[in-house]
């Protein structure tokens, strides 16, 4: 169950019109690390975790993406919402302009739709884990390269905001793979699948 | 009257305090610092979203009150009419408009 809070994560308040960099950012809305993905991600994993704590920890990180997927699109339709017929034939958003006008739909920058293959729920702690850790840190460096090459501060502060909500993220799984591998055989932590094999997981797991 | 842009800053300050915290705590449940500091903001967001909604539009559905929110009357249709105040005040995606 959600409720919806009628506010943005961090403040999003862009004057200028760039359809430009929208069609770079709209990859951290559809893209293959984008957040998404990155919602979905966390979201589907979480059913089958073994340990409670890392199953909340996965709800928590999902639904705070789903506020990140929000504060991108925001900054994609502010960038577009004034759009002129002129600026629409801008070179990176004529072709998505044909399509989809100035709404919302789930893309990568070079063009790619949204795919649920972007992410992975393997049913695997420890692998799914090492997915999420892996996935925070493309994210991280798709928003350093996004800032290296946008200019406008009011684009520039809210995608700083998301690149070290990344890191934090990354952090926080850390912990979550390290209390998965406490409750697994020290010897052998492939010794079986915590997700699977439910007979071998202890129960402080649970 | 209360400063609604002012008060917006420090609803995301203060909810941003919650949220990091939530992470944290996740993983460390029983850190005696982190659940004194979660504590202290939980009360400081609750007064702030309260505070706002009396001014203001509700932020969230648990603050709806139509007899009592938006007492301003600000970015509403139905100024001087009982209303289901959660159609107040603008779109977060919006910008700009505080």
């Known amino acids: 169950m959600w409720n919806y809070e009628k506010r943005l994560q961090f403040p999003v308040n862009i004057k200028e019109t760039c359809p430009k960099t929208a069609s770079l950012i709209i990859s951290q809305f559809g893209g293959p ?3 998404l993905a990155a919602s979905m991600r966390y979201l589907s ?7 409670k704590e890392v199953g909340g920890l996965l709800t ?10 929000e504060m991108i699109c925001s900054i994609i339709y502010q960038l577009t ?6 600026q629409a034939k801008t070179a990176g958003f004529d072709a998505y302009y044909i399509d989809h006008t100035t709404a919302l739909w789930p893309m990568a920058a070079g063009g790619v739709p949204f795919n649920a293959c972007e992410f992975q729920s393997k049913g695997d702690a420890i692998t799914d884990l090492i997915e999420d850790l892996a996935a925070e840190q493309k994210a991280r460096t798709t928003y350093d390269n996004l800032i290296r090459i946008i200019p406008n501060p009011d684009v520039r502060e809210p995608l700083k905001f998301l690149r070290e909500r990344e890191i934090v993220h990354f952090q926080r799984f850390g912990e979550a793979l390290e209390n998965i591998k406490s409750n697994l055989n020290p010897k052998n932590f492939y010794y079986y699948n915590p997700e699977f094999d439910k007979q071998f997981v202890k129960s402080t797991m649970q | 009257m209360a400063d609604q842009k002012a008060l917006l800053k420090q ?14 705590l996740d ?3 029983v850190d005696e610092n982190a659940l004194t500091a979660f504590k202290q903001a939980m009360e400081q967001r609750k007064q702030l979203l309260k ?9 969230t559905i648990n603050c709806v009150c139509p007899d009592t929110n938006n007492k301003t009357e600000t970015n509403t249709k139905y100024a001087g009419q009982k209303h289901f105040t959660w159609v107040d005040g603008p779109l977060p995606w919006e910008g700009g408009n505080l």
Request: overall charge negative.
């Open chain 1, 81 to 86: 919402k004034n759009l002129t017929i002129e």
């Open chain 2, 11 to 24: 609803i995301t300050e203060v909810s941003f305090t919650v949220n990091d915290l939530t992470l944290y």
């Open chain 2, 51 to 59: 505070t706002y909604a009396e001014n203001f539009e509700p932020l």
């Open chain 1, 45 to 51: 994993q979480r059913y089958s975790m073994p340990c």
């Open chain 2, 27 to 29: 993983t460390h449940p």
């Open chain 1, 60 to 69: 928590d990180i999902g639904t705070e993406e789903l506020g990140h997927l």
């Open chain 1, 33 to 35: 690390d984008g957040e």
